[in-house]
């Protein structure tokens, strides 16, 4: 097999056939086997590796006039045959049409059959025929000006050929030699040295499951300002049932953080962080095998010599992302100086790296940890809680000012709820600890349990309890209260019961 794959090369496979043609078993070399080669189906790519675009608009009708009205443009997407062709057709054809228009004029005149007469002033001396004309306006046009063929005073016509000629290749020059210095500059080349890598790796960096892959300038001059992007092309169908053949998500590689604006001096890892707002969320390792995806990473930036903006662009299909790899160090530090070895620019090696996604990751982790589940039921205590402290801030403003003399401060019930719901809390939580911590905390005389105790006592009895209930210094004063009361008189008495009531 080996040797097959030397001599036919890599991309192609060897397929063992039973010469019976049954397949329902594969026969040894014994037994008549064969061995055929099979080319590999190729992965049909969107963006080729070389950043080509495998797109071709067809059927376009009446729409093709529109490239005629950026003729420019048209013709600086050309072909470079395409484009020679045309700079040559149209000097050609605005030479003999010039030409002809000299000539038609000498034709008109007489001067071809009165060329040799002494005495005669033609409209162009020396022009007797069409190749002289056709010289004529090579020498005129080039400026060149032998001195044999010129223009004489005779001519009005002539005058007005001359300046119209002038005008026509004055534009047919600015527009044809514009057209190729753009074609010739255009900084579509400078995306040749600009590298990336063959393949993609995933494997854990800074204990997040990550998605790599590596770029590299070749030239010493750098691009300015240059920016990364990433692009994940996937087919999937809506919950409406429309099916999106090529849908185009978009992958986080540093833009929240800055890390997507490259210093492109040497080689550079390129890391997508697979987290919940991945789309790589529920990738695993097992999972890769079915998926069809491809990765578009386009990298653009300002050439600095030219100061065009350029643009690189490459993809990687779901065969072309390798799971529990990470790349070979290519920077090693010389005498004085930086060294990068491009000759492991490719290269990964295989390293430790768990085969789940990480939303399975991420459900072992709920799953294997037992305080999750408390910690929801106190943050719901918790809450009400809060909304009890809140009815009783509502009462408490509600009662007459005296009863909030006597309660000594207004926002008093407020914090004997607040620690209340702390000791409760805090109560609730020795569930979690273990048994011999529970022990400990469960101890008669415990100061934790006393304080939710009496707290417990004083929030049970309404406001309208009697006073004997209340703390000494509280009692003193609702008793010198009722003296008070007991002093006034019997309209005020009246009207004081009827209040509170």
Not at 243 to 256: A, K, M, T, W
Not at 304 to 309: D, L, S, V
Not at 475 to 483: E, L
């Amino acid at each position: 097999m080996s040797a097959l794959r030397r001599k036919f090369g890599d991309d192609y496979q060897v397929v063992t056939t039973s010469s019976s043609g049954s397949g329902a078993q594969p026969q040894g070399p014994g037994q008549g086997a064969q061995q055929q080669l099979v080319p590999k189906k190729k992965r049909q790519r969107f963006v080729d590796k070389n950043g080509r675009c495998n797109v071709q608009h067809g059927n376009l009708g009446s729409e093709t006039s529109r490239y005629l009205s950026d003729l420019f443009t048209t013709l600086v997407d050309l072909k470079w045959r395409w484009n020679l062709f045309i700079f040559i057709l149209t000097y050609t054809v605005a030479w003999l049409f010039m030409a002809s228009m000299w000539w038609l004029i000498a034709y008109t005149r007489g001067d071809l059959n009165k060329a040799h007469v002494g005495n005669y002033t033609p409209c162009v001396a020396n022009v007797y025929n069409f190749p002289s004309a056709f010289l004529f306006f090579i020498e005129t046009e080039a400026t060149i000006g032998y001195g044999y063929r010129y223009i004489t005073d005779k001519c009005p016509e002539g005058i007005i050929l001359f300046l119209f000629q002038s005008i026509l290749g004055s534009i047919v020059d600015a527009f044809l030699i514009g057209c190729m210095f753009i074609k010739m500059s255009q900084p579509k080349k400078r995306a040749e040295t600009l590298m990336f890598s063959e393949h993609a790796v995933i494997s854990m960096r800074d204990g997040k499951l990550t998605l790599m892959f590596r770029v590299g300038n070749l030239r010493n001059s750098h691009m300015v300002s240059a920016q990364i992007r990433c692009k994940l092309l996937k087919s999937r169908q809506t919950p409406e049932g429309e099916f999106l053949p090529l849908d185009q998500l978009e992958l986080d590689v540093g833009f929240s953080t800055g890390a997507d604006q490259l210093f492109l001096v040497s080689p550079l890892t390129i890391c997508h962080v697979i987290d919940a707002k991945s789309p790589f969320y529920d990738l695993s390792q097992r999972s890769m095998q079915t998926e069809q995806f491809e990765i578009v990473v386009i990298l653009e930036g300002i050439v600095e010599t030219t100061g065009m903006t350029c643009q690189a662009r490459t993809s990687y299909t779901e065969d072309e992302v390798l799971w529990g790899h990470r790349f070979f160090p290519v920077i090693s530090l010389e005498e004085g100086f930086f060294k990068v070895d491009y000759s492991q620019f490719h290269a990964t090696f295989e390293v430790p790296t768990p085969p789940y996604s990480v939303k399975e990751q991420e459900e072992m982790l709920l799953m294997s940890s037992p305080l999750i589940a408390p910690a929801i039921t106190n943050s719901k205590e918790r809450h009400n809680s809060v909304e009890c402290l809140d009815g009783l801030d509502d009462i408490s403003t509600k009662l007459p000012s005296k009863l909030q003399k006597i309660t000594g401060r207004e926002d008093f019930p407020k914090k004997l709820l607040r620690m209340s719901s702390t000791t409760s809390e805090k109560a609730y939580s020795l569930g979690d600890l273990p048994m011999k911590l529970q022990r400990i905390s469960s101890v008669p005389g415990n100061s934790e349990e006393k304080l939710v105790s009496k707290t417990t006592k004083m929030l049970s009895d309404p406001m309208s309890q009697s006073v004997a209930d209340l703390p000494p210094k509280l009692q003193k004063m609702a008793g010198g209260a009722a003296r008070m009361e007991g002093n006034l008189p019997a309209k005020l008495r009246k009207m004081n019961s009827d209040r509170f009531t």
